[in-house]
């Protein structure tokens, strides 16, 4: 069977870094690894991706940002999920739906509860085997994040321009999911460094292997 493994957090948690060495790091123990990532992940997905984030696009409603996410994540889940988890491989992915609970649910003040039912139809009742939550400050993130975009160029920047009240909202929807779902998100304080970060992530993936017998 396929695993689902996601990377989750704030803005400038470091997902990106994190995701690119778990994969180096299967692919030297010999397992088969796709990574992949929303929005995005598929040609519809990528361009929804450029709408969500795009900074001259301030004024998206909050139900509408919610609407376009899962319809990205609908895409995704039957072009790329659905498929790879009929075959042997990890699947790591860069957000999934507890992003929509943080973000839009937490962060924007839709109802949790219309959330929830929203991923669920998005889905189809796929859940992550395995969820990182790469916590730090929010403010900590913000300030990451925005290096970064300003090393980069990167146009895609509309949710560090929120805020901060906002981040913080969004921080704290993430540890509440993972006191209800200790078992699937495993929380990493970040601020111990990339290396400890690293090393943590690998413990949780090498148990899981382990158990699930790859």
Same mark, same amino acid.
């Given at each position: 069977?396929?695993?689902?493994?996601?990377?989750?957090?704030?803005?400038?948690?470091?997902?990106?870094?994190?995701?690119?060495?778990?994969?180096?790091?299967?692919?030297?123990?010999?397992?088969?690894?796709?990574?992949?990532?929303?929005?995005?992940?598929?040609?519809?997905?990528?361009?929804?991706?450029?709408?969500?984030?795009?900074?001259?696009?301030?004024?998206?409603?909050?139900?509408?940002?919610?609407?376009?996410? *899962?319809?990205?994540?609908?895409?995704?889940?039957? $072009?790329? %999920? !659905?498929?790879?988890? +009929?075959?042997?491989?990890?699947? /790591?992915?860069?957000?999934?739906?507890?992003?929509?609970?943080?973000?839009?649910?937490?962060?924007?003040?839709?109802?949790?509860?219309?959330?929830?039912?929203?991923?669920?139809?998005?889905?189809?009742?796929?859940?992550?085997?395995?969820?990182?939550?790469?916590?730090?400050?929010?403010?900590?993130?913000?300030?990451?994040?925005?290096?970064?975009?300003?090393?980069? *160029?990167?146009?895609?920047?509309?949710?560090?321009? $929120?805020? %901060? !009240?906002?981040?913080? +909202?969004?921080?704290?929807?993430? /540890?509440?999911?993972?006191?209800?779902?200790?078992?699937?998100?495993?929380?990493?304080?970040?601020?111990?460094?990339?290396?400890?970060?690293?090393?943590?992530?690998?413990?949780?993936?090498?148990?899981?292997?382990?158990?699930?017998?790859?």
């Amino acid at each position: 069977m396929s695993l689902l493994v996601t990377l989750e957090g704030v803005e400038g948690s470091g997902k990106t870094t994190q995701i690119r060495r778990l994969k180096r790091y299967l692919n030297r123990k010999g397992v088969a690894c796709v990574t992949t990532r929303e929005p995005g992940g598929t040609r519809i997905g990528e361009k929804i991706r450029q709408i969500l984030l795009d900074r001259s696009h301030r004024d998206i409603v909050p139900m509408n940002e919610l609407f376009l996410y *899962e319809a990205a994540r609908a895409q995704h889940i039957k $072009e790329v %999920i !659905q498929p790879l988890l +009929r075959k042997k491989v990890v699947i /790591l992915c860069d957000r999934f739906s507890d992003a929509s609970i943080a973000y839009q649910g937490h962060g924007r003040g839709i109802s949790l509860r219309w959330v929830e039912q929203l991923n669920q139809l998005a889905t189809g009742g796929i859940k992550p085997h395995l969820t990182f939550l790469l916590d730090c400050p929010s403010g900590m993130g913000l300030k990451r994040a925005l290096r970064r975009n300003l090393r980069s *160029e990167n146009k895609e920047d509309r949710f560090e321009r $929120e805020k %901060i !009240q906002f981040h913080n +909202r969004v921080r704290r929807g993430y /540890l509440s999911l993972a006191q209800r779902e200790p078992s699937r998100i495993k929380v990493i304080d970040t601020r111990h460094g990339e290396e400890m970060v690293f090393q943590e992530m690998r413990q949780h993936i090498d148990r899981l292997l382990r158990r699930k017998c790859y």
